[in-house]
């Protein structure tokens, strides 16, 4: 269920990336000039400026939808920090399944948030990303008292997975019905997913539950598994607010964090764009070809987590060398093919697979950053969590932003290709700081120390397995005794 949570998280993100391309209202001089730089796929020799015009409803320049793109981010970021304390407060559970219900529900008004006028849709997408932002520090809270620690790369991994998977669906869907959907085409893409979106609240509220403890269908061996491998009990306890914000391993995972969501989430809201406007593909192609690089991005995520536990439960590598060798695999091979899609010129089929491996190449680094919240403090991890994304959620609004300065009535390849090789250097800047400050260890400061209830609860443990040996001593020597008589 969480695997189809973030399915239904990033269905919800990534909508808009397409249908924005069906909303404007694109004008004949814009798209002249950039067809005579790069020609149409499929039509090489045709000069027509008019085959690339849409006719949507709304007169927004590249800045206002930069704004619109990047709005949902200005909320995002806002509740990170709050979400994973409220997460220790109230449950994973309950903050994760209303944070979703919330963005779902503005979803579906987002059609007439946009007709009401810029403002009102971006105060919407405001609030979705208010509502989104619990959901990621309300899991990891969650992962803390369900996944035993050599578990916790491939759980995260599956788990957050869903993410890229969602993308991967909702980006081809998003352009077949605004091409052929219901409602004149674009809204029918927010009402498809929010409506989505409200369907998996009921069924996550009825079927999950907070702790492998109250979970009503879950077996004792399992349960007494989970709970004797989490590396630290789950105990309320006072949060040390400044021994987290003073620890650098923390951030070293905010910067691994930020480099890779300036990738992940600058190509998630522009590349549909960059298809549109430069390389000229018709919004069902545009869908399609900007989720390819999100499926590869899933497969390597779940892979990487596999192979990165796989490694450490085995002693071949150590925890932060495991983290730190992942990461840097997702930085630089992102790195030097997004230099290379600078020198491609006009070749579409290069382009299009040079940045899809970028982007799902940059999966390998989920393996590094991601769970190494879990690996410095297990009792912490959503409020570290909360912390480090929200750092990592500037690149949703300052990347769509710089995109729209960089190409505002300037549509040209050259203006992309610098942004390309800003998040290069994003990518590379990232990997050289995680590498210097991540660590692989629980804290000293993230360590619960024993507690009387702790003790009671093992001595009676101890107590009952003494008694059920004894028992189990007495009937074999009364049953020796019967077989000499």
């Not at 790369?153 to 869907?173: D, R």
């Not at 409200?198 to 996550?204: E, V």
């Not at 190449?361 to 994304?389: E, K």
Request: aromatic share 12%; charged share 15%; glycine share 10%.
């Amino acid at each position: 269920m969480s695997f189809l949570g973030f399915f239904n998280v990033y269905c919800l993100r990534a909508n808009l990336s397409v249908a924005i391309v069906s909303m404007v209202n694109s004008t004949t001089k814009e798209n002249a000039s950039v067809t005579e730089e790069c020609p149409e796929p499929t039509k090489a020799n045709n000069t027509n400026s008019t085959s690339t015009t849409s006719t949507g409803e709304f007169d927004w320049d590249e800045k206002t939808q930069g704004l619109i793109l990047g709005a949902f981010f200005y909320g995002y970021v806002v509740t990170q920090i709050p979400g994973g304390w409220l997460a220790g407060r109230i449950g994973g559970k309950r903050l994760f399944g209303y944070g979703l219900l919330c963005t779902s529900v503005l979803t579906l008004v987002t059609p007439l948030a946009a007709r009401a006028g810029v403002g009102v849709v971006v105060a919407v997408r405001v609030l979705e990303g208010i509502g989104e932002a619990v959901t990621f520090p309300a899991m990891h809270s969650m992962w803390g008292v369900w996944s035993p620690v050599y578990e916790r790369s491939k759980s995260v991994a599956f788990s957050y997975g869903g993410s890229q998977l969602g993308t991967v669906f909702a980006l081809p869907i998003s352009g077949i019905l605004c091409q052929d959907g219901f409602a004149g085409g674009w809204p029918s893409v927010f009402y498809v997913f929010g409506a989505l979106g409200c369907l998996w609240f009921i069924g996550w509220m009825f079927l999950i539950s907070e702790t492998p403890a109250t979970h009503p269908r879950i077996s004792d061996k399992e349960r007494r598994y989970i709970e004797s491998n989490l590396g630290a009990k789950a105990e309320t306890v006072n949060i040390p607010w400044k021994s987290i914000f003073t620890c650098k391993a923390l951030w070293g995972t905010a910067a691994g964090h930020f480099a890779f969501n300036w990738g992940a989430y600058s190509m998630l809201t522009c590349l549909p764009t960059y298809l549109k406007k430069i390389l000229h593909y018709d919004v069902k192609e545009e869908g399609f070809l900007s989720a390819v690089p999100y499926l590869m991005l899933w497969v390597t995520q779940i892979i990487a987590g596999y192979l990165a536990d796989y490694l450490r439960g085995n002693g071949y590598l150590t925890t932060a060398t495991t983290r730190k060798i992942f990461f840097s695999l997702g930085a630089v091979l992102p790195t030097g093919l997004l230099i290379g899609t600078c020198f491609v010129g006009c070749n579409h089929t290069l382009a299009v697979i040079l940045l899809t491996l970028a982007v799902g190449f940059s999966g390998f680094s989920t393996a590094g950053y991601n769970p190494n919240h879990l690996d410095i403090a297990p009792r912490f991890a959503g409020i570290l969590f909360g912390i480090t994304n929200t750092v990592a959620s500037v690149p949703g609004f300052l990347g769509p932003e710089i995109v729209g300065v960089l190409t505002n009535n300037n549509q040209t390849s050259g203006q992309w290709h610098i942004f390309f090789f800003l998040t290069a250097a994003v990518y590379g800047a990232g990997a050289l700081l995680f590498c210097l400050l991540a660590e692989g260890e629980e804290q000293e400061w993230a360590r619960a120390p024993p507690s009387a209830t702790s003790a009671a609860t093992q001595e009676k443990e101890v107590e009952l397995d003494e008694k059920h040996v004894t028992s189990e001593e007495k009937t074999v020597t009364s049953h020796e005794k019967s077989t000499r008589l």
